[in-house]
């Protein structure tokens, strides 16, 4: 099958790369020419344990390629996936300019039927806006169908959670369209839900908020650990061997960061609030969240006494093991209040020192 995957992030890196493992054509399209000619010369604009070596193989096969030309990709491409970026705002509402960018041009440059799908994570109701983007920017009617296609991917296993995913969600407007993508992803054999189009979209951003109040919850249990002298650790073990609630994200921390759980939370929590439901639950996890870092240091500050004359070796930078993303890095919070109390700093990151 011929693809398009606009944009080179994680999402469209990553899964470019596998389609093109499972024997597709793939062109991979971004705006940005130092990072297209970057992945030319085989350089990885993130690290992914991985996905340098897949994506050499299947440039040297032929199978992958790199372009600056959209009209170009959509033209060529029978599936068209739009993985680019969906930043917060300020109020967190989801900023969906670059997908609606994307969509007018692949109106304008569609000469034929094309399925496009929003891989990016985008707020239920995006699957109608991309369609009325697209309708509106084409030169003469032409006929083509919009599916939500969520990922689940977790940086540092990004690879493996593409190729051997819990699930497969396609939101598609038919039976027939929906086909497309199951044919597309029949050589990976794993479970598929085929649902409508919006409830696709809502499905992603339930899980994230889930796993997000599960780590909300077990930070919120370790402060009553601290007060009680009860080991959270322990407690984290008794409730995880429940099957019902199991030991993942039930790890007490610095709580959630990154690129998807604080923004797709506040996503979430703005899109609740737009059709008229105040999600109470979830701005709860995410002040639960937002004390943790702060939390710490004072604790640090107890145990030690004033920071001012002390050196803190902070190990370990990047919002999670195997990543150089820094993106929403708790590590960032602690330094910052570390410095506020006068504390000199020695940082180390295997892999994201330069970011």
């Known amino acids: 099958m011929n693809i398009c995957v606009v944009g080179t992030g ?31 010369a085989g350089q990885m604009p993130i690290y992914e344990p991985g996905l340098e070596e897949m994506v050499a193989r299947n440039k040297d096969d032929g199978r992958l390629t790199f372009s600056t030309d959209l009209p170009g990709g959509v033209r060529q491409a029978d599936v068209i996936f739009i993985a680019v970026g969906t930043p917060p705002k300020e109020s967190g509402e989801t900023d969906l300019s670059q997908v609606e960018a994307v969509a007018s041009e692949i109106g304008r440059s569609m000469d034929r039927y094309k399925v496009v799908v929003n891989k990016s994570t985008v707020p239920v109701g995006t699957g109608e806006f991309v369609r009325e983007v697209i309708t509106r920017h084409q030169p003469r009617p032409l006929d083509f169908d919009v599916v939500s296609n969520p990922e689940f991917l977790r940086e540092g296993s990004a690879i493996e959670d593409t190729l051997r995913p819990d699930r497969i969600v396609i939101g598609a407007p038919n039976q027939q369209v929906a086909m497309t993508l199951v044919e597309l992803y029949a050589p990976l054999e794993r479970p598929m839900i085929i649902t409508d189009l919006p409830s696709a979209e809502v499905i992603k951003y339930a899980s994230n908020a889930f796993l997000a109040a599960k780590i909300s919850f077990i930070n919120a249990i370790a402060n009553i650990c601290e007060a009680a002298g009860a080991d959270v650790s322990q407690v ?80 370990g930078l990047a919002f999670k093991p195997n990543t150089d993303d820094m993106r929403e890095a708790k590590s960032l919070e602690v330094v910052r209040a570390l410095h506020a109390a006068g504390a000199q700093i020695r940082a180390y990151d295997p892999v994201a020192m330069e970011n």
Not at 21 to 31: F, Y
């Open 236 to 315: 984290m073990k008794g409730m995880g061997l429940d099957s019902r609630i199991g030991m993942q994200f039930l790890q007490a921390g610095l709580g959630y960061g990154g690129s998807c759980f604080p923004k797709d939370v506040d996503s979430l929590i703005h899109t609740a609030s737009r059709l008229g439901y105040d999600f109470k639950l979830l701005r709860s996890v995410v002040e639960i969240n937002r004390e943790r870092a702060a939390h710490l240091v004072e604790m640090m500050r107890k145990a030690m006494g004033p920071l001012e004359d002390k050196t803190v070796a902070v190990l």
């Open 10 to 40: 994680y999402v469209g890196l990553v899964t470019g790369a596998v389609f093109a493992d499972l024997g597709n054509d793939v062109v991979c399209v971004d705006n940005a020419t130092k990072k297209i000619e970057a992945l030319r």
